[in-house]
C-alpha cells in the first residue's frame, strides 16, 4: 500500500506548513484524499490553536513517498456544497 504524508498547511510560505514526517498507508489517492477530509474534520471540530484564526483557510498537502506534492485538500471541503433547488 502508498503511504502518503498529510503536511498541513496553514498559512503562506515555508513556516507555514507543519510537516507529517509518519505519514500513512492508503489504498489510493482516493482514500487519502477520505483520510484528509476526516482528519480536517476532527481537527475543526476538537483543535484549538492560537495561530491559526479561520481553519477553512488551511488545507492538507498530501505528499508520496518520494516527496512529491499529488494532491491538495483544502479544509472547506469538508462542507458541502449547498443545494440551491
Known amino acids: 500500500m502508498p503511504r502518503y504524508?498529510?503536511?498541513?498547511r496553514h498559512r503562506p510560505g515555508p513556516a507555514g506548513l507543519a510537516v507529517?514526517?509518519?505519514g500513512e498507508?492508503?489504498?489510493d489517492l482516493?482514500?487519502?484524499r477520505a483520510n484528509a477530509l476526516a482528519q480536517a474534520r476532527g481537527m475543526?471540530?476538537?483543535e484549538r490553536h492560537t495561530f491559526i484564526r479561520d481553519w477553512m483557510e488551511c488545507a492538507f498537502e498530501i505528499g508520496d513517498e518520494a516527496g512529491e506534492l499529488v494532491l491538495t485538500v483544502p479544509f472547506h471541503d469538508t462542507v458541502p456544497d449547498e443545494d440551491p433547488g
Open 5 to 8: 504524508f498529510f503536511n498541513v
Open 20 to 22: 507529517d514526517t509518519e
Open 25 to 27: 498507508d492508503c489504498a
Open 30 to 32: 482516493g482514500a487519502a
Open 44 to 46: 475543526i471540530a476538537r
